[in-house]
């Protein structure tokens, strides 16, 4: 099955500052890789995410880059502000019915104002 | 727009109960998934919920099982509680087509087992 490992674990930045968080998986056949935003006791919340057709997105400081070949994905945040500050989790799924999800174990990203 | 919704929001089982979890999808969904959720952890998936059947299954025992109702919503029973399965249990729900396999999560079912 799919395996994906999610790095930093944390990440401490200066507000102003990017972040950069990154992920890798095992199976060439996964093709759908969102990430979500998860608040201390709140649920995960979709933030932006990618397809395989694709290697980079943008939403306003927010942005994804795809790389195919080498099986990994990063999740880029310009301009941190204290409200970044969450557990991000990476995953990735085959787009299709039925599609499983595998996460990664998260990056807890503090931003110190 | 109703998004995602779980019930109950806490629960405190002992070892070797029964539970019942239930969720209701996001308007216009018709497909669930159930994860569970360590603490420090991300989201492991349990299984998927389409037309009344299961779908996709992760790789937990069968003490874990679920069920669909014609109106979408789903529950997930855990049998024989063990004290590693107190998890934030989660639900998503998509909608069935292979182009539209976003996942909007609920609040989740703090399970505690003692």
């Known amino acids: 099955g799919e395996n994906v490992e999610q790095h930093p674990s944390t990440l401490s930045v200066q507000e102003g500052d990017s972040a950069v968080i990154k992920c890798t998986y095992s199976d060439s056949a996964s093709n759908y890789f969102p990430w979500y935003k998860q608040e201390l006791g709140k649920r995960p919340q979709l933030i932006i995410d990618?397809?395989?057709?694709?290697g980079e997105k943008k939403d306003q400081r927010i942005a994804v880059t795809l790389n195919k070949t080498a099986k990994h994905f990063s999740l880029h945040i310009t301009e941190t502000q204290p409200e970044d500050s969450a557990v991000y989790f990476c995953?990735?799924?085959?787009?299709?019915?039925?599609?499983?999800?595998?996460f990664g174990s998260g990056t807890k990203l503090n931003v110190k104002p | 727009d109703a998004g995602v919704t779980q019930s109950p929001t806490h629960l405190i089982k002992t070892r070797g109960q029964q539970v019942t979890l239930r969720c209701s999808p996001k308007s216009g969904h018709d497909t669930v998934s159930w994860y569970q959720q360590a603490l420090g952890q991300g989201p492991q998936f349990i299984f998927q919920?389409?037309?009344?059947?299961?779908?996709q299954r992760g790789n937990f025992p069968d003490r874990f099982s679920g069920h669909q109702f014609p109106n979408y919503s789903s529950e997930l029973n855990v049998n024989a509680l063990l004290l590693g399965d107190s998890a934030l249990y989660l639900c998503?729900?998509?909608?069935?087509?292979?182009?539209?396999?976003?996942?909007?999560f609920g609040p989740g079912t703090r399970l505690t087992v003692l």
């Open positions: 998503a729900s998509s909608l069935g087509d292979p182009g539209a396999d976003t996942q909007y």
């Open positions: 995953a990735a799924s085959q787009n299709g019915y039925f599609n499983k999800f595998y």
């Open positions: 990618i397809r395989s057709n694709v």
């Open positions: 919920y389409y037309e009344e059947e299961e779908r």
